[in-house]
């Protein structure tokens, strides 16, 4: 899903025909993005001030690790060891428990992916004003430090690290904290504002906890444990039902087979059934952002690894006799 509006070729970029075929693909592209360690494109002949040399208008964006720059630029990683040097775990879990890691890639999507995007499309406004292009620095670990603005704030302004299940939003007060309910399954209960938490607390004939919202030490574990038992009243299917109508900001925690059938998610068309050349009907996440006069479309399947590379070097002036001879040189595959 990931991969779909795209073409994929194969190439060896360690070939001398290999650097040429890329050569010619930047001279006629707007941007490069890659994903090796720092100094990899460098050594195949290939980094930004090479490439600038033959499109200057190019807009070169490298997501790695760690950055170019800084004592840990060379280091391997994963989503979990940024997640974990920029204090990400730190902050999540349970009261007392260990760091959780979370079900989705934080620092390779939010602080990574995402990131650079929005750098690319910041360059490419620049150069239409400067008609030059730019190299673009993404470090998922400096993304996922950047997702820390509250936490972050908390400890320069009181000198205390937060810990999991212990800040407003993870959990230290009953109105936003997710319970179990009587079946096993869980509700978000997001009740911040005092509005919604009255409502919450009128719906459940307990409008003595009301006033005890944001109190703290004994009071407060005593209004969790309160709010507890009211949620192991009912399944989660009866909360839904009785919380229908209610504007209290409470949720079921939806499995992903349970998102995939959600009627919002449905609605907004971010669940779609698309076809596949070889796989028939695909099943797809939607297009998030919704444009008024520009809707994204889905143009191709996702494609298999290389299933374009013929294709890619025919465009570029490539002719039958040549890219047999780039098979047979592996080149290509």
Not at 10 to 27: A, P, Q, Y
Not at 67 to 81: K, S
Not at 99 to 104: A, C, D, L, Y
Request: net charge negative; with cysteine.
């Amino acid at each position: 899903m990931i991969n779909r509006n795209k073409k994929s070729m194969k190439l060896n970029l360690k070939t001398d025909w290999g650097k040429e075929i890329f050569l010619r693909l930047v001279r006629q592209h707007d941007v490069v993005l890659e994903g090796f360690r720092p100094g990899v494109m460098e050594r195949l002949g290939l980094g930004y001030e090479t490439l600038k040399k033959e499109n200057p208008g190019l807009i070169y964006c490298a997501i790695t690790g760690f950055g170019y720059t800084g004592p840990y630029r060379d280091r391997a990683g994963h989503d979990l060891n940024y997640l974990s040097l920029a204090g990400v775990l730190g902050t999540t879990g349970h009261r007392g428990g260990p760091p959780v890691i979370p079900g989705v890639q934080i620092a390779d999507i939010g602080g990574g992916a995402m990131l650079a995007a929005l750098g690319i499309l910041a360059a490419y406004i620049a150069r239409q004003e400067t008609g030059r292009g730019q190299f673009i620095d993404v470090s998922m670990l400096d993304g996922s430090f950047a997702w820390l603005p509250m936490p972050v704030g908390k400890t320069l302004s009181d000198g205390e690290d937060p810990k999991p299940g212990d800040s407003f939003l993870t959990g230290r007060y009953a109105c936003y904290r997710i319970y179990e309910t009587k079946d096993g399954r869980y509700m978000g209960l997001g009740a911040l504002e005092p509005q919604f938490w009255e409502t919450f607390c009128k719906l459940v004939n307990r409008e003595d906890l009301v006033r005890h919202q944001f109190a703290e030490g004994e009071k407060q574990e005593y209004l969790i444990s309160e709010v507890s038992k009211i949620f192991k009243e009912r399944t989660r299917q009866e909360w839904i039902d009785f919380l229908r109508n209610a504007d209290c900001c409470c949720e079921p925690v939806n499995s992903v087979s349970e998102a995939l059938v959600d009627p919002q998610l449905l609605a907004r068309d971010m669940i779609l059934q698309t076809d596949h050349p070889t796989e028939g009907k695909l099943t797809q996440i939607g297009i998030p952002v919704k444009f008024s006069e520009t809707p994204g479309t889905i143009r191709l399947a996702p494609p298999n690894h290389g299933e374009h590379t013929q294709e890619i070097l025919k465009r570029l002036g490539y002719d039958d006799e040549e890219i047999s001879r780039m098979e047979e040189e592996e080149v290509i595959e």
